[in-house]
C-alpha cells in the first residue's frame, strides 16, 4: 500500500499522526515508510522535506524524503537504532521542518507566477525548473532577455502577488479538465492535480503551494543567462529575497560609511575614485621612469668595460619596480650587473648580463655558496642571507 501524501490537500499541515509500517532502503540509505505523511517528497524540481518523527523510542531525525519509482514515499534517516524494527506498527507523530517548507512554498508557488507572467508577457513557456535550497531557476523558451523585460516580469509578478489572490486545488475529471485553461498539459493521465491561481493561471502540480498568491512574499529576479538556445532565469522570493536584500544592503551601508558618502553616492564615488587610481598609476610609472634614469646617468659615466664578473651595485631605498628595471635597463646596455638591495628588512639581489651562462655560473660559484635564494634564467632575482660573505658584497659595490 502506498502511503498516503497528506501534503496534496494541505501544504500547511506540519504536524500529523501516522503508522510506522515498514524499514526501508531508498538508493541504499535507510529510509522509514509510513501509512500518511505530511513529508514532501522530492519531485517536480522541487526538494523533499526534513523533520522528525516521535516514536515510542524516541524522535528520530529525517534528513530528507525522496520517492521511488513505484510511487513509495521513503523518509530518510541517518543512523537506525538496533532495536527501531520494535517500533514497526506503533503510532508515531511527524513533524515537519517549517522554514525549509515555507521556504519551498514562497518559491514554488513564485515560480507559477513568475513562469506564467513571461507566458503572458512574450508567450515564453516555461521548459524545466529547479526549486534549490539557496538559487531557483527556470528555463524559459526566450532566446533574448534584458534589463527592460526583467523589470517588466517583476512588475507584473509583483501585482499578482499583492492581489493576494486564492490560489486553489481541483481534482478534475477529464470533462472537467477541458474547461481549465491549462498553461502546459498534464503529464500523468490519472489524478490529474491542478493549481489554480485565480484569474491569472491555472497548470497541472503536484507541489506545495501557498494558499494566496500574497503569501509568496516579494519576488526578483536575480540573473539570467542564455542556455543552449533558452533563458536561464534565477529568481528568489519570500524571506529568502528579503535576507538577501538585507545582505546586500549591509554591505552597501558599510561601502557607504567607509568612504563617508551616502549610499546613492557610492557608484559615483568608486567611479571617481578608479579614475583617480589610473590617473596616480600613471604618475606613478612615470616618476619610477625618471627615477631609473636618474640614476643610470649617476652610474653609468663611472662603469668600466667587464666581462667575466658582475659590477656589484647597491641601490639606496628603491621600489621593487624601479629596481627591476633598472637591472634590466643596464642588462640592455650590455653591462653584466648584482644589483643589491635592502628592501622590507631583507638583502634582495638581481643578477643579469647580456651572456646567460656567465650569470649561471656567477649564480652557482658565488651566490649559491652564500646561501642564496631564488632564480630565474636570463635574469635570476632572490634574497641573499644577511651574512659575512654578502657583507663583503655590500662593501665591494661601495668601490665598484
Ligand atoms: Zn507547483
Redesign the pocket.
Known amino acids: 500500500m502506498l502511503t498516503e501524501r497528506l501534503h496534496l490537500n494541505d501544504s500547511y499541515l506540519e504536524h500529523f499522526e501516522a503508522q510506522l509500517v515498514a524499514l526501508s532502503t531508498w538508493q541504499y540509505q535507510p529510509s522509514l515508510i509510513l501509512d500518511r505523511t505530511a513529508f514532501y517528497a522530492e519531485s517536480g524540481g522541487q526538494l523533499g522535506d526534513r523533520g522528525q518523527l516521535e516514536t515510542p523510542l524516541g524522535p528520530i531525525l529525517i534528513s530528507d524524503t525522496q520517492i521511488d519509482e513505484t510511487g513509495q514515499v521513503h523518509h530518510l534517516v541517518q543512523t537506525v537504532a538496533a532495536n527501531l524494527a520494535d517500533a514497526v506498527g506503533t503510532k508515531v507523530n511527524g513533524l515537519v521542518e517549517h522554514e525549509k517548507r515555507r521556504d519551498m512554498m514562497s518559491q514554488?508557488t513564485g515560480q507559477?507566477i513568475l513562469s506564467a507572467a513571461l507566458d503572458e508577457l512574450f508567450n515564453a513557456a516555461t521548459v524545466s525548473s529547479r526549486l534549490g535550497s539557496s538559487s531557483s531557476t527556470i528555463d524559459v523558451e526566450k532566446a533574448e532577455f534584458s534589463q527592460a523585460d526583467k523589470r517588466k516580469v517583476e512588475e507584473r509578478v509583483n501585482q499578482v502577488i499583492m492581489d493576494s489572490r486564492p490560489v486553489r486545488i481541483h481534482y478534475p475529471s477529464p470533462s472537467e479538465l477541458a474547461k481549465f485553461p491549462l498553461r502546459k498539459m498534464p503529464t500523468v493521465s490519472e489524478a490529474i492535480r491542478l493549481?489554480e491561481i485565480e484569474g491569472f493561471d491555472t497548470t497541472p502540480?503536484g507541489?506545495t503551494?501557498c494558499k494566496d498568491s500574497g503569501g509568496v512574499g516579494p519576488l526578483l529576479i536575480t540573473g539570467w543567462e542564455k542556455y543552449k538556445g533558452l533563458t536561464r532565469i534565477h529568481f528568489q522570493a519570500g524571506t529568502r529575497l528579503l535576507n538577501r536584500i538585507g545582505e546586500r544592503e549591509g554591505v552597501l551601508d558599510q561601502l557607504a560609511s567607509f568612504f563617508g558618502v551616502g549610499w546613492q553616492e557610492v557608484p559615483d564615488h568608486v567611479q571617481r575614485q578608479k579614475v583617480q587610481i589610473q590617473n596616480l598609476s600613471q604618475q606613478l610609472g612615470s616618476m619610477r621612469s625618471d627615477l631609473v634614469n636618474l640614476k643610470l646617468a649617476q652610474l653609468l659615466p663611472d662603469l668600466q668595460p667587464k666581462s667575466d664578473t658582475p659590477h656589484i651595485i647597491r641601490v639606496e631605498s628603491p621600489d621593487p619596480v624601479a629596481f627591476r628595471a633598472m637591472a634590466q635597463r643596464m642588462a640592455e646596455a650590455g653591462y653584466f650587473i648584482l644589483l643589491l638591495a635592502e628592501m622590507d628588512g631583507k638583502l634582495r639581489f638581481i643578477l643579469e648580463g647580456p651572456d646567460p651562462s656567465l650569470v649561471a655560473a656567477y649564480h652557482r660559484e658565488t651566490l649559491v655558496p652564500l646561501g642564496a635564494k631564488g632564480g630565474g634564467k636570463t635574469r635570476i632575482e632572490g634574497v641573499l642571507p644577511q651574512n659575512s660573505g654578502s657583507q663583503t658584497l655590500l662593501k665591494q659595490a661601495l668601490n665598484f
Open positions: 514554488h507559477h493549481i502540480c507541489g503551494h
